[in-house]
């Protein structure tokens, strides 16, 4: 069995739904990965983004009634890698 360690990582959970958020959560904790978040809106997550070092980040891409997107570009601005969680298809903006 493979123990996967992220200690001194730091990984930023966008997401909106507070129980998909803390399944995220679990699975990072799991490997020792420090968590920031979960913001469930792009304001939330553009401050997050702002105060701290991150080194990943988990995007849902449906906040409600916004889409994810300026907080990928965000993320792509500074090369932050980032992976799309959702669980509602959608077109993707090809600069992601």
Known sequence: ??????????????????F????????????ACGVVG????????????????????LLDVNLGQELVFPVADRLSAEGIPFIFVTGEPRTV???H
Do not use: C, G, N, Q
Request: glycine share 0%; charged share 30%; proline share 4%.
């Open 1 to 18: 069995m493979v123990t996967l360690d992220f200690s001194d990582r730091h990984v930023l959970i966008v997401e909106d739904d507070i």
């Open 20 to 31: 998909i958020a803390l399944d995220l959560e679990r699975v990072l904790d799991d490997a």
């Open 38 to 57: 979960p913001a469930a809106s792009v304001e939330l997550a553009l401050a997050k983004i702002s105060v701290t070092k991150l080194d990943a980040a």
């Open 93 to 95: 903006p090809e600069r």
